[in-house]
Structures are given as structure tokens and as C-alpha cells.
């Protein structure tokens, strides 16, 4: 079993995540940590700890991180993800409580403990991934990988030049591209393969168990304000991609490539500049997300989410 620590923003397609990680049998969760990002943390903090309810997460903590960026003012993405950053459906009161500890410590906590055995999956902003490696950079050494949503080699979805999670907090980006150890990522070129579509939608719903139930309910929110925004008539279901590749790498097909957070460009800032083409000569410090198999991917949501009773 994989361990991961999971590091999001909920939001609907980290929601799904969660569902994922918290059940699937190779994925063993350690942990939960939440940074601002799609709403302020005060909003993505409880629907973590919504959806933790939801799918029973016990025994494993669930920390709130990072409230700001580190450098930029702060952006949320109200208007994919509504003013609670989870619209759609309704929840009651959470039955799971925040760790006490902020989650910037559980990250050092969890990874100065172990073995070098836990991967990292951030889904959201990179800032509590920044912030822990400067708190305590001799966590870097014990990061098994970092398996990422976020950037892309062709088009952004917040500017033309890049994507939400990377323009949300670039400088935290840059700290976690440049921190030395192996990075997959999971940008928009995969991510935009990934079509949460009306039968997809259907035969989850059709598994008839809570989870699956509330998987169509954010999936009905997400749809509409996709095609809103940008006009897809299904959503791309960007942070699932993440678990599904700890549980099972041969669903994708990456490339190595040299990634760089634009920091300075004025209409590129927050871009991740990949090097697919090797025309810089630097080194790869990434796995880039190129190609899913798609059949297979809905086969293993759909499958990870049956285990709902
Ligand atoms: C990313 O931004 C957020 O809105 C989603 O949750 C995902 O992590 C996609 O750009
Ligand atoms: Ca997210």
C-alpha cells in the first residue's frame, strides 16, 4: 500500500479525491491537510471536514493549513466552485474535528516519522507544501514523490498562460519544483482528458451508496459552472488523477520534462514552463502527465467508489 498525505482545497473534484484515497485498497491515507485555494480556508477546511464525514474517515487526522499565499494577493475560484467552494449539495454537521495541529506541523510530523516511505498529493495551492520544506527542509529527503495536479504545457484555465492551482500561489510552486525530489504531474494537458461526462455521472450514480450518490451531486454543480466559464459540456475531474496514479501508474503515459514557475512575467505569471521538447538541456525535474486512458480511469473511479456500502 501507498502512503500519501493528502493536501487539498475542496472543492469538487477534491472531494473526489478524498473519496478515492480513503477507500481505495493500495492507497493508505496518513493524512489530511488543507490550504486556501478554490474558497479562503475558513470555507475549504469545513468541506473537508464535510466530506471526511461523508466517507467515514477515521483515525486519520485532518489539519488546516495555510490561509494565505506567500507572496501574491490571495484568488479563489468562486466561480467554478460557488461561495461555499463546494455548492451543490447539503451537508449536516461534521462529525470529524480538526487536528489541533496546523498543517504545515502534520506534513512535518507525518513525513519526519517515517521510513521515506510517503508520498505527497497536493491538490490544491502548493503553499503548505512550501512552507512545511522552509519550516523544516530536512522533510525533503523523506518525501517519497510528490504527485501533483496543477500547471500545463499548452493552456491555462485562470489566465491563458496558466493554471489555478500554480497561479494561486506560483512562488510556493516554485519552492516545491526546484526541492529535489521526484515530481508527477498532473497538469490540464491530462486533466482536460479526464471528461466527467453525463454517462460517467449515471452508472456512478447507479451504485446507489452514499458517496456515489454525492459524487453526482457535486458532479451536477461542476458540470454547470464548467460549461458556464468555459463552455465544456462535461468537466475535466483535474485532482482525482492524482490518487488514481499512486493506486495505478499505468493508466497514464508521462514524460520527463524540466518545469519552471514563471515569476515574473506579467502575463505569464504562474506559468508552468515545461520543457517538453529538451531544448534547454536542463535536467528533468518532473514526470509530466501526457496521455490517459480513459475507459480505464472511469473503470477505476467507478469501481473505487462500489466499495461504498
Ligand atoms: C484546479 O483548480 C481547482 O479549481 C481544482 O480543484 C483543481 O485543483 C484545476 O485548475
Ligand atoms: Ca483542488
Redesign the pocket.
Known sequence: REKIILD???????AVALMLARIHPRIDLRGVTVVA??QTLEKTARNALNVATAVGLKGVPVAAGMSRPLVREQVI?DD??GVTGLDGPVFGEPEVALDPRHGVDLIIDLLMASDGDITLVP??PLTNVAVALRKEPRIAERIRRIVL??GAYQLG??TPAA???IY?DPEAAHVVFTCGRPIVMMG?DL?RQALCTRPVVQRIRALGNPVAVLFAELMEFFTKTQKEVFGWEAP?L??PTTVAWVADPTLFETKPMHVEVELRGEKTYGRTCCDFYGITGNGANAEVAVKLDVPRFWDFVTETLALYS
Open positions: 487539498m482545497d475542496p472543492g469538487h473534484d477534491d485555494g478554490n475560484a467554478i466552485h491538490t490544491g495536479m496543477g484555465n485562470i493554471e489555478f492551482n494561486a490540464l486533466t475535466p483535474h485532482d
